[in-house]
Nanobody, 122 residues
Framework: VQLVESGGASVQAGGSLRLSCTASGFSFDETDMAWWRQAPGKEREVVSC????????YYKDSVKGRFTISRENAWNKVYLQMNKLKPEDSATYYC????????????????WGQGTQVIVSS
């Protein structure tokens, strides 16, 4: 199993970024996927989750209306479009296999990428 994130960068507040994650080694189209983030000195937190078919999506409250998760099963890719970025969005972002849940957004199921760094300056 391999998950490879890309798209992290340094941007100014209010800007946008699109993170991508390319998956291999498992049945991507049968697997929920999620994005997590971890800022320095803080715990890793789930940001968004998308069901295997892309029908169900879940978001952390603080990113609702600004972030959009999507996937292309034909290409084994999951994306996180991040708009109106804030300094508090600065973190390393990870994609991972997950189980999407209404209450917890997403529960990790074991496979993680190496992360991509997002820095938002004010």
């Amino acid at each position: 199993v391999q998950l490879v994130e890309s798209g992290g960068a340094s941007v100014q507040a209010g800007g946008s970024l699109r993170l991508s994650c390319t998956a291999s080694g498992f049945s991507f189209d049968e697997t929920d996927m999620a994005w997590w983030r971890q800022a320095p000195g803080k715990e890793r937190e789930v940001v968004s989750c998308i069901s295997y078919g892309g029908v169900r999506v879940y978001y952390k409250d603080s990113v609702k209306g600004r972030f959009t998760i999507s996937r292309e099963n034909a290409w084994n890719k999951v994306y996180l479009q991040m708009n109106k970025l804030k300094p508090e969005d600065s973190a390393t972002y990870y994609c991972a296999t997950a189980r999407c849940e209404t209450q917890r957004i997403g529960v990790a199921t074991g496979y993680w990428g190496q992360g991509t760094q997002v820095i938002v300056s004010s």
